[in-house]
């Protein structure tokens, strides 16, 4: 099959929060309409997170999971893609409950411990809706995003075994990739891997294109021809790097969870905006878009 580009879209997440724009998804229903329409507009993999519907912070709780899953997934053949990384302020447990209860084809897994800054976003003067956002972005400066050598055994066993869930490894620096190779060498991942690259989190490498191509060859030396790659690039570098990784053979993943904008200044309106956007710079390039059966055969997902 000619290498096609597998478009993931990461449709809420834990970092923005409802006030920096108003075409965040946090209720179930918009989180179901946007998941619906960011994979009619071309994404294969949609990677998911909840919120509570009351007042959009970042929640765990299967009940609020699966009360959009099944709509999606009846509206869609895209292939759901649910967080295991959740946000900080989650216990392990917590963060692998819904997951373990929809046993989708695949699931993210960060592969380390990190610092997540997250509360750069809060700009001076801005106004909140709710008390929660500044505290929880205030939060994120003395805690961990937390994935031990044991919690990442344990969420491949879990998952990985126990529910041939595959994953999205998260490598948010190039001494990940390592540990990703470690789990590798014991057996405990199998090939295609399918490596996310992310880039520009505040506590991993930064996003720019000597830390792609770097990212790339490292992982070429560890991983020869038994992987592929996505990249992820947060905020207004997404658009430029994630085009970049294209051209360079890879994935690529959008979604308001890594960037609210379409770029510089300009809101997107929703994430099938920035599938829009990518898909038609990806066709421009003469690239090809993989359906999601493709993007099955190319990472040998479940089905
Ligand atoms: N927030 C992203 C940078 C996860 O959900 O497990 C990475 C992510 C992790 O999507
Ligand atoms: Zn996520």
Same mark, same amino acid.
């Given at each position: 099959?000619?290498?096609?580009?597998?478009?993931?879209?990461?449709?809420?997440?834990?970092?923005?929060?409802?006030?920096?724009?108003?075409?965040?998804?946090?209720?179930?229903?918009?989180?179901?309409?946007?998941?619906?329409?960011?994979?009619?507009?071309?994404?294969?993999?949609?990677?998911?997170?909840?919120?509570?519907?009351?007042?959009?912070?970042?929640?765990?709780?299967?009940?609020?999971?699966?009360?959009?899953?099944?709509?999606?997934?009846?509206?869609?053949?895209?292939?759901?893609?649910?967080?295991?990384?959740?946000?900080?302020?989650?216990?392990?447990?917590?963060?692998?409950?819904?997951?373990?209860?929809?046993?989708?084809?695949?699931?993210?897994?960060?592969?380390? +411990?990190?610092?997540? !800054?997250?509360?750069? &976003? $809060? /700009?001076?003067?801005?106004?909140?809706?709710?008390?929660?956002?500044?505290? @929880?972005?205030?939060?994120?400066?003395?805690?961990?995003?937390?994935?031990?050598?044991?919690?990442?055994?344990?969420?491949?066993?879990?998952?990985?075994?126990?529910?041939?869930?595959?994953?999205?490894?998260?490598?948010?620096?190039?001494?990940?990739?390592?540990?990703?190779?470690?789990?590798?060498?014991?057996?405990?991942?199998?090939?295609?891997?399918?490596?996310?690259?992310?880039?520009?989190?505040?506590?991993?490498?930064?996003?720019?294109?000597?830390?792609?191509?770097?990212?790339?060859?490292?992982?070429?030396?560890?991983?020869?021809?038994?992987?592929?790659?996505?990249?992820?690039?947060?905020?207004?570098?997404?658009?430029?790097?994630?085009?970049?990784?294209?051209?360079?053979?890879?994935?690529?993943?959008?979604?308001?969870?890594? +960037?609210?904008?379409? !770029?510089?200044?300009? &809101? $997107? /309106?929703?994430?099938?905006?920035?599938?829009?956007?990518?898909?038609?710079? @990806?066709?421009?390039?003469?690239?090809?878009?993989?359906?999601?059966?493709?993007?099955?055969?190319?990472?040998?997902?479940?089905?």
């Amino acid at each position: 099959m000619k290498n096609k580009v597998i478009i993931t879209c990461a449709v809420t997440g834990s970092v923005h929060t409802p006030s920096m724009s108003p075409y965040l998804p946090v209720t179930p229903d918009q989180i179901a309409e946007q998941a619906i329409a960011a994979a009619e507009a071309g994404a294969s993999i949609l990677h998911l997170h909840a919120r509570n519907p009351a007042d959009g912070r970042p929640t765990a709780d299967p009940n609020v999971f699966m009360q959009f899953l099944p709509r999606i997934r009846q509206a869609t053949d895209a292939v759901i893609n649910i967080s295991t990384g959740g946000s900080s302020l989650m216990t392990l447990d917590e963060r692998l409950a819904a997951a373990l209860q929809a046993q989708p084809e695949m699931c993210s897994l960060n592969m380390g +411990s990190m610092n997540f !800054g997250i509360f750069p &976003l $809060a /700009k001076p003067g801005m106004e909140w809706q709710h008390e929660w956002e500044p505290q @929880l972005l205030e939060a994120t400066r003395g805690t961990i995003f937390k994935n031990t050598f044991a919690d990442i055994e344990d969420i491949l066993k879990r998952l990985g075994e126990g529910c041939g869930t595959r994953f999205e490894f998260e490598c948010y620096d190039v001494g990940h990739l390592y540990s990703l190779k470690h789990f590798y060498d014991r057996g405990l991942v199998k090939g295609p891997l399918f490596i996310q690259f992310v880039l520009g989190i505040l506590g991993g490498i930064g996003a720019d294109p000597d830390n792609l191509g770097h990212m790339k060859r490292i992982a070429d030396k560890l991983f020869g021809g038994d992987y592929r790659f996505s990249v992820l690039a947060a905020g207004r570098q997404q658009m430029p790097l994630i085009t970049m990784g294209a051209v360079m053979g890879g994935n690529v993943r959008v979604g308001l969870e890594d +960037s609210l904008t379409l !770029g510089r200044g300009e &809101l $997107a /309106k929703s994430n099938a905006d920035q599938v829009i956007r990518i898909r038609t710079i @990806l066709e421009a390039l003469s690239l090809e878009i993989a359906t999601p059966d493709e993007a099955r055969t190319m990472l040998a997902l479940k089905g």
